[in-house]
């Protein structure tokens, strides 16, 4: 395919997928036509003098900026032969053509349309910038002009020329298409001056000749504007001729993009060229390359783990993850890939439960995640690592997080119960206090007091000796039996039989000393059962005056007695009652101590000394 006059231009290159770079390729024949497809997949680019072999084409759409420029005077009142409609008619089914058949249905096109205003002295925008078909449309069917003999068309392509200027965006195609019968166009326009303004914004100047027949003085009229400025012509007399103009800007709406991966890693300008056959184009490449910045974004400085009762082990406390947000921000502008980051507590990297490598939201935050299972109280020094796509590497500052563990308190165990003092102690203590508040001069009559007590109480004691002899003896109060009880509990031997068995547990268990406590935890109990279901600290057997009484310590599944739940108060335990903690069964027993040798003796010579002794009294 020839290439003559064929123009090749670079868009600057886009960088918002740094490294990934991105060029728009803008290709111009002279009619205005962009390169075909084959043409461009025969491309070759280098970066910075180095070719780049896995450069791959696409085409994108990006829309384009057209201006129609109506030479609106009288001549488009005038129906040519062959016609039954107006020239301004034909001009208005052409826009209308072009707004429902070649606008980019995304709104991606800009289309202006540039009338003479009501004093005929400039131009006047019917429609500005719009990317809706249907607002071309509108602004067309409602245009019913006064026309005048001439328009200010010289002055309107300046304006439309300097709008142009004003939207102009790199990589994006521009033109502005003259609507005239083109007969006095050399008497109006000002062409050197239109043609370099032109040039210089690289805006091709299309011409649309209306009326039945374009005679050659028209065509060079037009001619003056499109070939300079690399465009074309059409001979309008209906509105379907323009149909050839509306292609190529559609085609030029969707140009041929160039994606590639960069080579540099560090900041610089480096030279981009591209070519086609004999057709070069080239564009420089700047970088400001610096490393990311990343900081933690703790929401809280202080965590607390909690869990629901006295014992809840460590790896159960709630939360057992904390999400630690870091905050990245690209100082060069330049975003990119994340290829590695970690959370790092006490120095120590922490593995993270995602698959995939976690990267930056919309705004800038990855969200790493502290798996705190294990973790017990205590501060923290947290801090995150960052590496990205180009090998720069970035630590943020270091942060402390407290993290302590909760655990409701045990309920207040009832204290021992404690012992009544005797009535004699009572006595004891009164005469005590009485005898220092007595004064020395009051004695005498106290100890004749106390004598005369003491003969009282030998002529009742002799009374009764006198009596007994004749009266039987009474039976024991209650009283004195439940003090000859008290007597045997302190000979008997207590201990707890397992009933219902558990592997590794002890089955007879001799309570051999005033204050048992029973749970879990050889740290903070005395009997130990080695069951899940008995708490650290369970249960509790003091021993008080002789008897024997279980407390609750405050367990999650609660101590029974003899198949009823013990409160907050201690209760008395009897030969036989069963005591459940947890899983675990057991019963109380006390029974007397075993014998020795020894005893066995002793006890044989008493009894003889005490047959003896009955053999004496009789």
């Known amino acids: 395919m020839a290439q003559e006059g064929v123009q090749l231009r670079l868009g600057a290159p886009e960088l918002s997928a740094f490294p990934e770079v ?12 962009p390169l075909a497809e084959a043409e461009l997949s025969r491309l070759t680019l280098r970066e910075n003098g180095v070719p780049i072999a896995d450069a791959q084409v696409q085409y994108v759409p990006v829309g384009v900026d057209i201006i129609f420029v109506l030479d609106a005077d009288s001549s488009l009142d005038i129906i040519d032969a062959g016609s039954s409609e107006t020239r301004l008619q034909v001009v208005q089914a052409a826009l ?77 195609y521009q033109a502005i298409l003259l609507l005239s019968e083109a007969r006095r166009l050399n008497q109006f326009l000002e062409y050197e001056l239109l043609v370099e303004q032109a040039q210089a914004i690289e805006l091709p100047i299309f011409t649309a000749i209306l009326g039945g027949q374009a005679s050659f003085d028209e065509i060079d009229a037009a001619a003056a504007l499109y070939q300079p400025t690399r465009a074309y012509y059409a001979h309008m007399p209906r509105s379907e001729e323009a149909d050839s103009l509306f292609l190529i800007w559609q085609r030029q709406g969707n140009q041929a993009q160039i994606r590639y991966r960069s080579l540099q890693t560090e900041s610089g300008r480096y030279p981009i060229t591209v070519n086609i056959g004999t057709l070069t184009a080239a564009t420089e490449l700047i970088l400001q390359i610096a490393p990311p910045e ?75 995640n502290w798996q705190v299972q294990s973790v017990d109280t205590g501060a923290y020094r947290l801090a995150a690592e960052l590496t990205d796509v180009l090998g720069y590497t970035t630590t943020t500052e270091t942060v402390v997080m407290t993290i302590t563990a909760v655990r409701p308190a045990p309920p207040t165990p009832t204290p021992a119960p404690t012992a009544t003092p005797s009535p004699i102690e009572q006595i004891a203590k009164v005469t005590t206090s009485v005898a220092t508040a007595v004064s020395r001069d009051d004695w005498l009559l106290i100890l004749v007091g106390l004598g005369l007590l003491g003969l009282l109480l030998m002529l009742i004691r002799w009374w009764r000796r006198r009596s007994s002899k004749t009266t039987p003896r009474p039976r024991p109060e209650i009283a004195e039996a439940d003090d000859e009880l008290n007597d045997v509990n302190a000979s008997l031997i207590a201990s707890l039989q397992l009933v219902e068995d558990a592997p590794g547990n002890r089955t007879d268990i001799v309570l051999d000393e005033d204050n048992n406590a029973i749970g879990r935890d050889i740290e903070v109990a005395q009997i130990v059962f080695g069951d899940s279901s008995v708490a650290r600290l369970h249960a509790r057997i003091r021993k008080r005056n002789g008897r024997y009484w279980l407390y609750d310590e405050g367990s999650a599944s609660g101590t029974f007695l003899n198949h009823e739940r013990l409160g907050l108060s201690p209760h008395q335990l009897q030969d036989g009652d069963e005591i459940r903690l947890g899983r675990l069964l057991l019963r109380f027993q006390l029974r007397p101590e075993l014998p020795t040798d020894e005893d066995e003796g002793e006890g044989g010579e008493s009894g003889e000394t005490a047959v003896g002794s009955d053999k004496a009294s009789d």
């Open 22 to 33: 991105r060029l728009n390729v803008l290709s111009a024949d002279g009619q205005g036509a």
């Open 294 to 368: 990343i900081e933690l974004v703790l929401p809280a400085a202080a965590v607390q783990r909690q869990g629901s009762t006295p014992d809840t082990p460590l790896t159960e406390l709630e939360p057992t993850t904390l999400e630690i947000p870091v905050q990245l921000r690209w100082p060069d502008g330049l975003p990119r890939m994340v290829t590695a980051v970690t959370l790092l507590v006490d120095g120590q990297p922490q593995p993270q439960p995602q698959l995939a490598l976690p990267q930056p939201d919309e705004a800038g935050r990855i969200i790493l």
């Open 96 to 172: 209308q053509r072009y707004a429902s058949r070649f606008m980019s249905p995304t709104g991606l096109d800009r289309i202006s349309l540039l009338v003479p205003d009501e004093a005929n002295a400039s131009g006047r925008f019917l429609s500005q910038d719009v990317t809706e078909a249907a607002s071309v449309l509108t602004a067309v069917q409602n245009y019913a002009p006064d026309l005048p003999e001439a328009a200010p068309i010289n002055s309107m392509m300046l304006q439309a020329i300097e709008h142009a200027a004003s939207i102009k965006e790199d990589g994006r």
